[in-house]
């Protein structure tokens, strides 16, 4: 067995993250875990963005008509479906990268014993995060199912919405999975659906056009991710390509690489202390 000596320095918390396929077996954990209770899972998630769907784009559908979109007349519940869907996918991941995770770390000390087995920090993290975006996955397309039966977009472009979806998923649970190695209880994250998440649905899109902002918010807007999926998902809706595609996965990716580096570095910070 290895030991450090005393003179060693100990490693820096902010170093590269140290990956392998060890990850899996814990990903499948949680899977097995779910697995029971797949069914309430689904219906939580599911329900209260169907009820928005609902209640604004079939209640205030009917007041507004049709918005404008790219120089484009779209009905008002399809510019809220293909918004709403980016925000089903946001909040999914953020959920159980949050308050799922944080009961296996802190609370059922779960990470503690899969650490026991040959199984780095680094790997558990990195399949919490998996984990949260495929449960982000498995959320939206149960709701991209009930949007096709509901006859609001049939584009084929649908198809690569999918894995835009995906990404929306990994970069969100990358996010929170920030303030999972904050927190001290679950009350901190009020924290964050109060000043992170709640805001950016409101700047993002998804309820009105950008355009109604002021110049100011709207060039911080651009550069949200929430704004940016939006960007991505909606004219595939549409039946349309996005006008900047590589700018927006960009984004995208630069979100989601910066946060699982931050959140890697305070969870070891945290096993650490």
Request: proline share 6%.
């Amino acid at each position: 067995m290895q030991t450090r000596t005393l003179n060693a320095p100990a490693q820096s918390v902010w170093r590269a993250p140290q990956l392998s396929m060890r990850f899996w077996p814990v990903f499948l954990r949680n899977l097995l875990v779910w697995r029971k209770l797949a069914i309430p899972s689904l219906v939580g998630n599911i329900a209260e963005p169907l009820m928005w769907l609902v209640a604004f784009g079939y209640g205030m559908g009917a007041l507004v008509g049709t918005v404008t979109v790219g120089g484009t007349q779209v009905p008002y519940i399809l510019f809220l479906a293909s918004g709403s869907i980016c925000m089903s996918a946001m909040q999914a991941a953020s959920f159980e990268a949050l308050y799922s995770a944080f009961s296996r770390m802190h609370v059922q000390k779960t990470w503690d014993g899969i650490m026991n087995a040959p199984v780095t920090l680094d790997d558990v993290v990195l399949a919490e995060m998996l984990w949260a975006a495929f449960k982000s996955l498995f959320t939206v397309t149960a709701i991209l199912g009930v949007m096709l039966a509901l006859g609001i977009s049939y584009s084929p472009k649908l198809l690569v919405a999918w894995p835009v979806l995906l990404g929306v998923g990994i970069t969100f649970s990358c996010i929170a999975l920030i303030f999972n190695a904050l927190a001290r209880g679950y009350d901190f994250f009020t924290y964050y659906f109060t000043l992170f998440l709640t805001p950016m649905m409101f700047l993002s899109g998804i309820f009105f056009p950008l355009e109604q902002l002021p110049e100011v918010v709207r060039t911080i807007s651009q550069w949200l991710p929430l704004t940016n999926a939006v960007e991505l998902v909606r004219p595939l809706f549409m039946d349309q390509w996005p006008l900047h595609p590589v700018r927006h996965a960009l984004v995208l990716a630069a979100y989601a690489a910066g946060g699982f580096w931050i959140a890697l570095a305070l969870t070891r910070r945290r096993f650490r202390g």
